[in-house]
């Protein structure tokens, strides 16, 4: 099946500095790669997200890039600020939905 | 947009007892749903993948005994948790799938278990 690595476990920034969150997916049938941010006690909610027809997508301080070939992908947040203080998880899904998710990532933005 | 209904958001059971939460798409048809377990600063771990008309498919190491899951319509999946015990107590969500083919899912607000 299929495995989902995400790094790092735990992030610290200061307001304003950018942040990058890593995953590495193992099952090539993957073609859809979301982002949620989840906060303690609330569902994920999705944040970007990116098919394997394209390498980059980008909205306003978020995006995301995909390397297919090396199946990794990574979220990247610029100018951030303490509400973007979080739990993030990557995950990989195939045509039929079904998604693996990685560990998640603690982010914390100091002001 | 599309909207997933989580019932109930919280509930607390005697151990032995059965719990029943309810997944609904509320404004599409969802052909399949998905139920993950949530464990206090962990990752969503999918269950099962639940299908309109016809037998979840459970992920290894789920007792589908124990996690019964029916989908008898095309807006509704229910799980329920059967005999529950202390160790039961988790967030339970629920996703659905919109029949787009493109894959994005729309998540429930999530139930909190605890078994006494």
């Known amino acids: 099946g299929e495995n989902v690595e995400q790094h790092p476990s735990t992030l610290s920034v200061q307001e304003g500095d950018s942040a990058v969150i890593k995953c590495t997916y193992s099952?090539?049938?993957?073609?859809?790669f979301p982002w949620y941010k989840q906060e303690l006690g609330k569902r994920p909610q999705l944040i970007i997200d990116?098919?394997?027809?394209?390498g980059e997508k980008k909205d306003q301080r978020i995006a995301v890039t995909l390397n297919k070939t090396a199946k990794h992908f990574s979220l990247h947040i610029t100018e951030t600020q303490p509400e973007d203080s979080a739990v993030y998880f990557c995950?990989?899904?195939?045509?039929?939905?079904?998604?693996?998710f990685g560990d998640g990532t603690t982010l914390t933005v100091k002001p | 947009g599309a909207v997933v209904s989580q019932h109930p958001s919280w509930v607390i059971c005697k151990s032995g007892t059965s719990v029943k939460i309810e997944c609904r798409s509320l404004?599409?048809?969802?052909?399949?749903m998905f139920w993950y377990r949530q464990f206090p600063k962990q990752s969503l771990m999918l269950m099962a993948t639940?299908?309109?008309?016809?037998?979840?498919?459970?992920e290894q190491g789920v007792e589908k005994d124990k996690f019964l899951i029916n989908h008898a319509s095309l807006t509704l999946s229910t799980l329920t948790v059967t005999s529950a015990h202390p160790e039961d107590s988790s967030f339970y969500i629920c996703?659905?799938?919109?029949?787009?083919?493109?894959?994005?899912?729309?998540f429930g607000a999530g139930t909190r278990l605890s078994v006494l």
């Open positions: 996703s659905a799938n919109p029949r787009t083919g493109k894959n994005i899912q729309y």
């Open positions: 099952d090539s049938a993957s073609n859809y």
């Open positions: 990116i098919r394997s027809n394209v």
């Open positions: 995950a990989a899904s195939t045509q039929a939905g079904k998604s693996t």
């Open positions: 404004d599409f048809q969802a052909t399949t």
């Open positions: 639940s299908n309109e008309g016809s037998k979840a498919t459970y």
